[in-house]
């Protein structure tokens, strides 16, 4: 766990149950969830969420970031806008290890309708569990970086 361990959480209409279930999981491993919502089920959109979250990771007040969609895409595509994130969506545990493990990857994205409560949690760990390994990525992260302009 990093020294800042805190993760913001934040998604659409379509994912509300799923975050609140990631937050409550992961606050029992001892990470400080800020969840910044919505909590009501009214249809919201989802740049406006991912752009939310993603600007606290981005400042540092989040080390990471946890986000949600109906698929997970639009929400990751909108994040991706912020100066400073890498998100990646992920559906499988291997993906959630490797874009943390090369990609130094900041936030997760995840498909409430495209995966299930079980499945969602076990990429969430993964993602978190997960450490940068520097090397020979350091050098291709920072030619993401340089893409930012
Ligand atoms: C909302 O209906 C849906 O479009 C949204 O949750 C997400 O899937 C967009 O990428």
């Given at each position: 766990m990093t020294a800042n361990n805190r993760v913001v959480l934040s998604s659409d209409h379509a994912a509300i149950a799923l975050r609140q279930a990631i937050s409550a999981h992961i606050t029992a491993q001892g990470w400080v969830a800020v969840d910044i919502g919505p909590t009501t089920p009214e249809s919201t959109p989802y740049p406006e969420h991912g752009a939310a979250a993603a600007r606290l990771v981005a400042s540092g007040d989040c080390a990471l970031g946890i986000i949600l969609c109906g698929t997970g895409q639009g929400i990751m595509m909108a994040a991706n806008k912020v100066k400073g994130i890498r998100c990646g969506i992920c559906a499988d545990t291997f993906s959630a290890r490797m874009i943390r493990q090369?990609?130094?990857?900041?936030m997760l994205s995840l498909g409430a309708r495209v995966v299930g409560e079980g499945l969602a949690l076990d990429i969430v760990d993964a993602f978190l569990a997960a450490q940068f390994e520097g090397g020979r990525h350091v050098p291709r992260v920072a030619m993401i970086e340089a893409l930012e302009g």
């Amino acid at each position: 766990m990093t020294a800042n361990n805190r993760v913001v959480l934040s998604s659409d209409h379509a994912a509300i149950a799923l975050r609140q279930a990631i937050s409550a999981h992961i606050t029992a491993q001892g990470w400080v969830a800020v969840d910044i919502g919505p909590t009501t089920p009214e249809s919201t959109p989802y740049p406006e969420h991912g752009a939310a979250a993603a600007r606290l990771v981005a400042s540092g007040d989040c080390a990471l970031g946890i986000i949600l969609c109906g698929t997970g895409q639009g929400i990751m595509m909108a994040a991706n806008k912020v100066k400073g994130i890498r998100c990646g969506i992920c559906a499988d545990t291997f993906s959630a290890r490797m874009i943390r493990q090369h990609n130094d990857a900041n936030m997760l994205s995840l498909g409430a309708r495209v995966v299930g409560e079980g499945l969602a949690l076990d990429i969430v760990d993964a993602f978190l569990a997960a450490q940068f390994e520097g090397g020979r990525h350091v050098p291709r992260v920072a030619m993401i970086e340089a893409l930012e302009g």
